[in-house]
């Protein structure tokens, strides 16, 4: 059975500043996909990035990158220039065919003025 | 545009009571799911609608019974509800494109359930 890990259940940087939040997954799959996925108060999930586990590449979507460690197994999100609507709870995902996805039990990071 | 709608936003329903939440999406996806999330927890699978189908039902208890009418639509049936079923219920769906469905699901907003 796969699993994901974040470590950080809380973070809390100023604004302006680069947060890195870690996720740890596990699984004897060869073939997967990985998301980040942001729920502020407001409560609606978003997707913030996805990472095909066959590319190489880390994926990027404008302040948002991800570091993908394969052999290490790691997927973290950088988020970069940090804003106050950054401040939500943020949910590493894992999915491989047509199983459901795996949550890990979230990180609260918190954007300070 | 990735947008999944549910409605209502708020209910509050007796034990006794019966009422449906809904779900609708118009991207042309042919998965959708229903999960629910207590606070601070990540979201639990519930069920999977696969091409209008039932292909997962999470060992939801008999109270909670899902339907999906056609492609677009999704709805959530409640029946003598516990209080413990209290919490934010999410849809969401995704496109379910070829053999391996390693595909992205796109969430709704929420329906925030209290059960008295």
Same mark, same amino acid.
């Given at each position: 059975?796969?699993?994901?890990?974040?470590?950080? +259940? &809380?973070? /809390?940087?100023?604004?302006? &500043?680069?947060?890195?939040?870690?996720?740890?997954?596990?699984? /004897?799959?060869?073939?997967?996909?990985?998301?980040?996925?942001?729920? +502020? +108060? /407001?409560?609606?999930?978003?997707?913030?990035?996805?990472?095909?586990?066959?590319?190489?590449?880390?994926?990027?979507?404008?302040?948002? /990158?991800?570091?993908?460690?394969?052999?290490?197994?790691?997927?973290?999100?950088?988020?970069?220039?940090?804003?106050? #609507?950054?401040?939500?709870?943020?949910?590493?995902?894992?999915?491989? #065919?047509?199983?459901?996805?795996?949550?890990?039990? #979230?990180?609260?990071?918190?954007?300070? +003025? | 545009?990735?947008?999944?709608?549910?409605?209502?936003?708020?209910?509050?329903? *007796?034990?006794?009571?019966?009422?449906?939440?809904?779900?609708?999406?118009?991207? *042309?996806? %042919?998965?959708?799911?229903?999960?629910?999330?207590?606070?601070?927890?990540?979201?639990?699978?519930?069920?999977?609608?696969?091409?209008?189908?039932?292909?997962?039902?999470?060992?939801?208890?008999? %109270?909670?019974?899902?339907?999906?009418?056609?492609?677009?639509?999704?709805?959530?049936?409640?029946?003598?509800?516990?209080?413990?079923?209290?919490?934010?219920?999410?849809?969401?769906?995704?496109?379910?494109? *070829?053999?391996?469905?390693?595909?992205?699901?796109?969430? *709704?907003?929420?329906? %925030?359930?209290?059960?008295?």
């Amino acid at each position: 059975a796969q699993t994901v890990t974040q470590s950080q +259940p &809380e973070m /809390s940087v100023q604004e302006a &500043e680069t947060v890195t939040l870690s996720c740890t997954y596990d699984t /004897s799959e060869n073939n997967y996909y990985l998301f980040w996925y942001k729920q +502020p +108060p /407001s409560r609606q999930m978003i997707l913030v990035i996805r990472q095909e586990a066959y590319k190489q590449q880390n994926a990027t979507e404008n302040r948002f /990158s991800v570091n993908f460690q394969k052999a290490a197994k790691s997927f973290s999100l950088k988020i970069s220039d940090s804003q106050l #609507g950054d401040t939500a709870m943020y949910f590493c995902a894992f999915r491989a #065919g047509a199983q459901k996805l795996v949550f890990g039990q #979230g990180t609260r990071l918190t954007i300070n +003025p | 545009d990735t947008e999944v709608t549910q409605t209502p936003k708020h209910l509050v329903m *007796g034990m006794t009571n019966k009422k449906s939440l809904k779900c609708e999406q118009h991207m *042309g996806h %042919r998965a959708m799911y229903w999960y629910k999330q207590k606070a601070k927890k990540p979201p639990e699978l519930m069920f999977v609608y696969s091409y209008e189908k039932l292909s997962i039902n999470e060992s939801v208890p008999s %109270r909670f019974s899902p339907e999906c009418p056609n492609s677009s639509l999704l709805n959530l049936h409640l029946h003598a509800l516990q209080p413990e079923d209290s919490a934010l219920y999410l849809c969401a769906s995704s496109p379910q494109t *070829g053999v391996l469905d390693t595909d992205t699901q796109y969430f *709704g907003p929420g329906t %925030r359930l209290t059960v008295l």
